[in-house]
């Protein structure tokens, strides 16, 4: 199929911090595409550049540039071009940006061109947006990792750690998994309204409660609790991302409450605590620069999955050293560290040639955007982190999943425990 682009159009919406993104708008012959892009808070330092304008409108965040990108350069180029398909057209925009990390036209601009381009071709072909990433007889559901308290980059409390997550492994269906996220979510409510008085139930960017504690192992107490009380225990395990970088100076990790830890003690505390806390999954337990550290870890923990965000920053080059180093087992994969959705399905793959999981991921800034949602089931990742089962911007791609669940009937298979193992391991043939 030959897809010709009619038309484009760029503007700047608002995030979900209320924050400007770059929304983007194609149309081709049979088709038309809408997508925004999200926004991390805490960022490694090796994602592609998401381009501000800086000076003082929206301070310094605006995307009138990007928007530019858009507007001024890809879409005239675009509309002279054909293209066989998706990688045919991110890679057109790669060489027209030419830089390493998308610093010309901004990585914001192209991912919303391709995710856009992406919907245009489902349109084209008449199949749902999943079903573009992988033609395949039966689907994978992706088990959604809730994030029910809110820390580091992303609360004004003084927990250092960044997410407390919780997984329904146990759940049969995803909308019974939504069921019991929504269940153990106001359990906690209720908990951490009686503990600390009801304006500490107050929730930060992913949703997640953000209560005023400044140690990192009360959080799993008051999870293990909430999942108790509603008699889940054993059908939901707990989650952590750490988000360590944000906590490490160079030289200590800060855990909160005054406590520094060097690198060797820090190391026994992280695993400690996961082992205490039964954790199933640990996303940057250690600075994003040290893969002897996770390489480690992972050896060490076999029953755990370790998985690397800012470590790996959905980079080729980086997944390549982390498979290298035996540095995790699963790659968290967040289109926007990369740019475009060819080059993210790319990662997916490397990750998946090692025998490694996939998490599809949000970002902390999100828009009503369900892009992810799609891509999750399309390439069988078997998981996906989705912030809290509230807000309107979490809440959109947990819809879409649900509805995708419902129409894919018998033809779709809730990952549940087996989420660590890509979708073709378990005998789906993507
Ligand atoms: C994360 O660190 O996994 C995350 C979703 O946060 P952010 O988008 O702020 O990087
Ligand atoms: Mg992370």
Not at 175 to 191: C, D, F, P, V
Not at 204 to 232: H, Q
Not at 268 to 273: H, I, Q
Request: charged residues 20%; contains cysteine.
């Amino acid at each position: 199929m030959v897809a010709r682009i009619k038309k484009t159009a760029a503007r700047a919406i608002l995030d979900s911090r209320g924050i400007p993104t770059v929304e983007v708008e194609l149309e081709t012959q049979n088709g038309c595409g809408r997508a925004s892009v999200p926004s991390g808070a805490s960022k490694s330092s090796f994602e592609a550049l998401e381009l501000r304008d800086g000076g003082k409108k929206f301070f310094g965040y605006g995307v009138s540039k990007a928007v530019a990108s858009v507007n001024g350069i890809i879409g005239p180029k675009l509309r002279q071009t054909a293209f066989s398909g998706q990688t045919d057209f991110d890679e057109f925009l790669i060489s027209l940006d030419g830089t390493k990390n998308k610093s010309k036209l901004g990585a914001n601009a192209i991912l919303a061109c391709s995710m856009a381009f992406s919907r245009c071709l489902a349109c084209e072909s008449g199949t749902p947006l999943y079903a573009s990433f992988s033609k395949v007889r039966r689907y994978c559901l992706p088990v959604p990792f809730f994030n029910v308290i809110n820390g580091g980059a992303h609360a004004g409390n003084s927990i250092a750690f960044q997410e407390y997550l919780i997984a329904p492994v146990g759940a049969k269906t995803f909308a019974e998994a939504a069921q019991y996220a929504s269940e153990i979510y106001h359990a906690l409510r209720g908990l951490i309204s009686r503990q600390f008085g009801r304006s500490a139930t107050n929730v930060g960017d992913e949703g997640g409660f953000a209560p005023p504690l400044s140690d990192v192992a009360t959080p799993l107490e008051l999870v293990s609790r909430a999942i108790g009380e509603v008699g889940l225990q054993g059908k939901v395990s707990i989650a952590l991302d750490v988000a360590a970088t944000s906590f490490f100076d160079g030289k200590k990790y800060a855990i909160g409450g005054g406590k520094r830890l060097g690198p060797g003690e820090y190391f026994d505390f992280v695993e400690g605590l996961a082992k205490t806390h039964r954790i199933i999954s640990v996303e940057d337990p250690f600075c994003e620069t040290d893969f002897a550290a996770f390489s480690k870890f992972t050896r060490e923990n076999k029953a755990i999955q370790v998985v690397g965000d800012d470590l790996l920053s959905t980079n080729p080059v980086r997944i390549a050293r982390g498979v290298r180093t035996g540095a995790c087992n699963c790659l968290l994969l967040k289109p926007n560290q990369i740019g475009t959705l060819a080059e993210a399905v790319r990662a997916a793959n490397l990750a998946y040639g090692a025998g490694w999981g996939v998490m599809v991921s949000h970002r902390s800034g999100e828009t009503e955007d369900t892009f992810i949602a799609d891509l999750a089931v399309g390439l069988g990742c078997g998981q996906i982190k989705l912030g809290a089962c509230a807000r309107g911007e979490r809440t959109a791609k947990i819809n879409q999943l649900i509805r995708i669940e419902g129409e894919l009937g018998s033809n779709g298979k809730f990952a549940g425990r087996e989420f660590h193992r890509p979708a073709r391991q378990l005998g789906f043939s993507l």
